[in-house]
């Protein structure tokens, strides 16, 4: 059986020493997929949107991973103190890849940073910075599904244990259009979103499956989107 492409977006540094600019991605994310039975595409943000959007109609799947603070100035509000930009070049490219893939119907894994670029994308705010802010970067907590189908199908049961390392938090009562609040920390912190559309997958995480401890963890949260992916893959 042939494996379903899936794409991943990816971090921008700029070199100093000669002005260029350099790509990365966490490895742990394209061997996520791959162990998933996924083929990853690391999808340089340094491209055209029209590629950028070529690239993503091409694609079976996406996986957006984490990061630093998108701009608030996309929720029309004005940035923290404590913000933590993330390279312009990065989120220009990640709105266009996200929207793109929103748009053909592609299932989705949007991981911590991912996940509050999901909800921006599709109208909805983020809390810029929680006032436990602490508890949630760094160490495990749990947390309880609230609804939904994908995560309790994933895991069968109402609490699980998850990592943690984020300051941002997808915003209560802020939600994005065609998305649904599945999770939450026993503070009432927003821990994943699902679509509402029961024909595709669109799922949401604040944590980071791609390195959590746990290994079959991280393949039921992979392997769910190759399961999708996989219904594309010509």
Avoid at 52 to 74: H, K, S
Avoid at 115 to 121: F, G
Avoid at 148 to 163: A, D, K, P, Y
């Amino acid at each position: 059986m042939q494996r379903p492409l899936i794409g991943l977006n990816c971090d921008v540094e700029s070199d100093g020493a000669h002005g260029a600019k350099r790509i990365q991605l966490g490895a742990d994310y394209a061997n996520g997929v791959a162990a998933a039975g996924g083929l990853p595409l690391i999808v340089p943000a340094t491209l055209s949107p029209a590629l950028l959007a070529e690239i993503a109609g091409r694609c079976d799947g996406f996986v957006f991973i984490g990061g630093a603070d998108y701009p608030a100035e996309w929720y029309d509000e004005t940035p923290h103190a404590s913000s933590q930009p993330i390279n312009p070049v990065r989120a220009a490219a990640d709105r266009v890849l996200l929207t793109a893939a929103w748009e053909r119907g592609m299932p989705l894994l949007a991981i911590c940073g991912g996940l509050q670029l999901l909800n921006i994308v599709r109208g909805g705010k983020l809390t810029q910075h929680l006032p436990q802010a602490e508890a949630h970067a760094t160490g495990t907590h749990a947390v309880t599904m609230r609804g939904g189908r994908i995560l309790r199908g994933l895991f069968g049961e109402n609490r699980i244990m998850v990592n943690t390392s984020h300051h941002q938090a997808v915003r209560p009562g802020a939600i994005g259009d065609g998305l649904l609040v599945v999770a939450q920390a026993d503070d009432g912190t927003i821990e994943a979103l699902e679509g509402t559309d029961p024909r595709r997958l669109i799922l949401g995480v604040q944590w980071h499956p791609e390195r959590i401890d746990d290994p079959l963890h991280r393949q039921k949260v992979f392997g769910t989107l190759i399961s999708a992916a996989q219904g594309r893959c010509s």
